[in-house]
């Protein structure tokens, strides 16, 4: 069975930084990517980031490009999510997911992703 964790959600003032990590571990994978997904409540799950499996290729939103980092951690079997020049926002609920199989380029949508975590909160107030 296949489980990912994420953490490193929290509050943070805006034009800070957060770093979220995902753990990925039982099972036996034979991934394509790992992406991070948000939702604020009331609102679709939304897209963020995602990286290759061997965390060569990245895809972001175009509004966290240049802020935002994606990176792969394959000893540890771990992503990261580096969060930088947060703006002031409505609290959202930040996944990690695994999108399972070959590559074949990069995916969006909720419903490609195989695995999820449970899931980190962030917050962006002063």
């Known amino acids: 069975q296949v489980q990912v964790v994420e953490s490193g959600g929290g509050l943070v003032q805006p034009g800070g930084s957060l770093r979220l990590s995902c753990a990925v571990s039982?099972?036996?994978?034979?991934?394509?990517?790992m992406g991070w997904f948000r939702q604020v409540p009331g609102k679709e799950r939304e897209f963020v980031a995602a990286v290759s499996w061997n965390g060569r290729i990245m895809d972001y939103l175009d509004s966290v490009k240049g802020r935002f980092t994606i990176s792969r951690d394959n000893a540890n079997n771990s992503g990261y999510l580096q969060m930088n020049f947060l703006p002031p926002e409505d609290p959202a609920v930040y996944y990690c997911?695994?999108?399972?199989?070959?590559?074949?380029?990069?995916?969006?949508?909720?419903?490609?992703?195989?695995?999820w975590g449970q899931g980190t909160q962030v917050t962006v107030s002063s």
């Open positions: 997911a695994v999108r399972n199989g070959l590559w074949s380029g990069f995916r969006r949508r909720s419903s490609d992703y195989d695995y």
């Open positions: 039982g099972g036996t994978l034979s991934a394509a990517a």
